[in-house]
């Protein structure tokens, strides 16, 4: 096929708008990356997607609208918070899955009911949705399994010969995918990060938005297919969260550690690859630059490619903010390949604290997040939420809280509720969870040394905030004595 490389001159965006009222596919660049756009309303061309892309027939597409009014041709459901996102954050980098009308066809949707929508911000996307008149079915516009194109020769790179045309437009601003968040249930959900983060979210809706919790879970990975394994414990909501994503040709691993360290491990292990003749890249960012980091990150990734790089060697950004959504992909682009600095060192000290709470347990949630910041800073702290006082339900934070510490996401966790009854039992569901409900100092250290509790539960109001503090403390510094009490923690973990 002869692929036409068009501008975004008026009259080349009424050529492409043609070849998709035609049912052709064209790449466009939008603000997030670039995508690969055929009519959402016709079978037969979202059906061609799918074979230019080489990508799996139930990984749904975005659909792209030009404007908000559009929305309601693609769903009945139109509730308060989506309204709120709809004013805050549209046109921008964020999809609302919702429930689909019948007009969109079941292949754009993967085979699902429900829809997932995006107006985006890029003034050549939405001219083109415009002048097609019709929605426009989107995925990223790179073959499966590769990085996402962030610039138009990225699209040629990929899709040259596949496509009827390139619209080659800027580079993209973002860099990264748009945020998925299912908007069908109580909570809306964050199916993928994206540079909107859960918290930017959870201010505008003025209540919590929660993590898929599949999110904050290392996956089992296929080593023939490189995709994620479907276990008990791992069901993305998402169906593209599943597939083998943003791989470069190179071996990629992850250095996870303390700053100064993580670029002497990096350097270390670059030189000596070097020796032994391997071509090796770097890839490192500060913390405080986890925009620039979603901006560059899958050019890096085709660039390594490009020079066919051996090795790349990641420094990992901290998990909060863009940061996580960042993370989200160089897991994913280095198949889970991970050395944490920290566990090598053997300190035997927590790095990873996961923090949840419900209404009646946000405010010492707050205060123990600050004390332990200020304790120790080379604690990483990932707050579940909830992120404010608004009443929502416990079994949800102590499920989520329960399930980051038992996939090793966080090496501990702190919850609280109330009384901390409600959601300690709630951790406690969740296998190889031992949450203790610790009212004293005296028993905060008993249940680090007799049980290894690897989550501590507190009562916001039924503990001082002064007393929950030293509680913490006690089960930080005390150390699980092993011996007669390790048989009993195994016999926990195993029912
Ligand atoms: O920024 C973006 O969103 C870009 C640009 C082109 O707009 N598009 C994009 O599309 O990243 P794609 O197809 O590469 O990723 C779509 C993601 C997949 O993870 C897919 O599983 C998820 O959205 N998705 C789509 N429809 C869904 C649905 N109904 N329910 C749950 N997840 C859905
Ligand atoms: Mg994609």
Redesign the pocket.
Known sequence: MDTKILSTSKEDIRLAADIIKAGGLVAFP?E????LGANALDPEAVGKVYKAKGRPSD????V?ISHKDDMCKLTDLMTPDMERLMDACWPG?L?M?VPAKDIIPRVT??G?D???V?M?SSETARDLISESGVPIA????NLSGHP?PTTAQHCVDDLMGRIDAIVSGDDCQVGI??T?I?MTGETPMI??PGILTAEKLSEVLGKEVLPDPSLLKKPEISKDTGNVVNTEDFRP?????KYKHYAPKAEMVIYRGEEAAVREAIEKKAAELRASGKKVETIIYRDDESEKAAHEFFGRLRECDKNNTDVILAAALSESGVGFSVMNRMFKSAGYNIIDLDKEKGSGKTMIIALASDHGGYALKEIVKKHIKEKDKDIKIVDLGTHSEESVDYPVYGKACGEAVASGKADLGIVCCGTGIGISMAANKVKGVRCGLCTSVEMAHLTKEHNNANILALGGRTTEPELACQIVDEWLDTEFAGGRHKRRTDMLDEM
Do not use: C, F, Q
């Open positions: 939008t997030t990356v670039y995508g990984n749904p597409m975005i792209h980098p999809t899955v949707t993967g699902l429900t829809v997932a995006r985006p989107a995925p990223s516009a996402s995918e748009s998925v299912d199916l993928r909501k998402s169906p593209g969260m």
